[in-house]
């Protein structure tokens, strides 16, 4: 079956620029996170969806970032005003509590180079 | 908080030879944990998972890892690296402060496999 699926996979933004990355979940998972992961490092969490809740947005490092899913199934990330400290993977996951002990499944990540 | 430290950036092995890939975390709950693998340009993969059930788990590929809890540990250990194991890999744990497994992942092991 299809899984995580991201658009763009690369995206190149000039500094001040907006943004958008979409994530499409498996077809019925309910949860959905996204992590940032810098070069060379490990991701980091920066939000989290219930169906259509954002129930956990912790991580979002500034209010320039916006995530949002409407319609409980894919979800949008945005990113305002573009800074360069922003060039990162994002990745989305989804998953399901039936899936057991939260098993994320992961996109193939979008690259977000800030110029 | 939780937190994951994997020691060694870099590893480096023979074909044929013993993997040994460590992470130790931190958690003042017990803990489940992960073991990832991202291969250039993809998303994460998940390994194996450790659910409070038996102490010692195997994964694909022929990976598993051993939950200590007296070492805060969970090595990952694959006897005998093939040159398809060459990747990045990620420890990662859910401590289980939120109902919902948000992940805190460490830094990343680069695995480099020599003929």
């Known amino acids: 079956g299809a899984g995580v699926s991201q658009s763009p996979r690369y995206k190149v933004a000039k500094r001040g620029q907006d943004v958008a990355l979409r994530c499409d979940p498996i077809?019925?998972?309910?949860?959905l996170f996204w992590y940032q992961q810098a070069l060379g490092q490990g991701p980091e969490f920066l939000t989290y969806f219930q169906n259509e809740a954002q129930l956990d947005k912790s991580g979002l490092p500034s209010d320039r970032f916006f995530a949002e899913r409407p319609e409980g199934s894919v979800s949008t990330l945005k990113i305002q005003r573009t800074q360069q400290e922003d060039s990162a993977v994002y990745l989305c996951?989804?998953?399901?509590?039936?899936?057991?002990?939260?098993?994320?499944?992961f996109g193939p990540g979008t690259r977000l180079t800030v110029t | 908080a939780q937190s994951v430290t994997q020691l060694g950036s870099h590893v480096s092995v023979s074909e044929g030879a013993l993997v040994l890939l460590r992470c130790n975390y931190s958690s003042s709950v017990p803990p489940y944990l992960f073991w990832y693998v991202q291969y250039p340009n993809q998303g994460l993969q998940l390994l194996l998972k450790y659910t409070s059930a038996a102490t010692l788990v195997k994964g694909i590929n022929g990976f598993e890892a051993e939950f200590k809890k007296s070492e805060t540990s969970f090595h990952l250990t694959k006897p005998s690296a093939h040159m398809s194991d060459a990747a990045e890999y990620f420890c990662a744990v859910d401590a289980g402060g939120t109902s919902y497994g948000k992940l805190t992942f460490g830094q990343g092991t680069i695995l480099t496999v020599h003929p």
């Open positions: 077809s019925g998972h309910v949860s």
């Open positions: 996951a989804s998953t399901s509590p039936g899936q057991g002990v939260y098993e994320q499944y």
